[in-house]
T-cell receptor, first 115, second 114 residues
Framework: GAVVSQHPSRVICKSGTSVKIECRSL??????MFWYRQFPKQSLMLMAT?????????EQGVEKDKFLINHASLTLSTLTVTSAHPEDSSFYIC???????????FGQGTRLTVV | DQQVKQNSPSLSVQEGRISILNCDYT??????FLWYKKYPAEGPTFLIS?????DKNEDGRFTVFLNKSAKHLSLHIVPSQPGDSAVYFC?????????????FGDGTTLTVKP
């Protein structure tokens, strides 16, 4: 099946610094990718839709200036958490799918810890 | 308002028995539903899906049932195996949308005891 690779799998950073998370579709092109966030024992919450060659679409309540998304190619989307704070500590997951109405393929997730 | 609900946070069953995981939704625009399995510190992996034109879809040990009038779906795993122990997420989307953009329930932690 299709593969979505996410990197890094785990990162610890200091408050006030920025962290970049990469999401790559390895064997298919994805004009659209999605970024989710999961708090402990909670559901995956959609943060934003990453659109290749255009601006990302953010869900209500998600700060676009804090969570910068870039989708520069058909196989790569990046999420940058800017000026990270401890409350940004979470599990971030990306997803993509090769075509409409199929399963979605998820990256392995990134555990971000801000200290 | 949560549009996809999994009211049972946990379920424990004996190996070899049936596991039934339930999911309810409120948005009548949803017409495509997916179940994912997730281990800690990993992304979800797809299990099975169903579109609203069907009321049942089967794949090996996994069967999903959809009751549109009740806005309810369920995942049956039979026979359950210890390796099935994980968190199961129900997700909903529309047929005109990428499956990657779905609304997820809170998950049900399934424990299958040997």
């Amino acid at each position: 099946g299709a593969v979505v690779s996410q990197h890094p799998s785990r990162v610890i950073c200091k408050s006030g610094t920025s962290v970049k998370i990469e999401c790559r579709s390895l064997d298919f092109q994805a004009t659209t990718m999605f970024w989710y966030r999961q708090f402990p024992k909670q559901s995956l919450m959609l943060m934003a839709t990453s659109n290749e060659g255009s601006k990302a679409t953010y869900e209500q309540g998600v700060e676009k200036d804090k969570f910068l998304i870039n989708h520069a190619s058909l196989t790569l989307s990046t999420l940058t958490v800017t000026s990270a704070h401890p409350e940004d500590s979470s599990f971030y997951i990306c997803s993509a799918d090769p075509s409409l109405n199929t399963e979605a393929f998820f990256g392995q997730g990134t555990r971000l810890t801000v200290v | 308002d949560q549009q996809v609900k999994q009211n049972s946070p946990s379920l424990s069953v004996q190996e070899g028995r049936i596991s039934i995981l339930n999911c309810d939704y409120t948005n009548s625009m949803f017409d495509y539903f997916l179940w994912y399995k997730k281990y800690p510190a990993e992304g979800p992996t797809f299990l099975i899906s169903i579109s609203s034109i069907k009321d049942k879809n089967e794949d090996g040990r996994f069967t999903v049932f959809l009751n549109k009038s009740a806005k309810h779906l369920s995942l049956h795993i039979v026979p359950s195996q210890p390796g099935d122990s994980a968190v199961y997420f129900c997700a909903a989307t529309s047929l005109n949308t990428n499956a990657g953009k779905s609304t997820f329930g809170d998950g049900t932690t399934l424990t299958v005891k040997p």
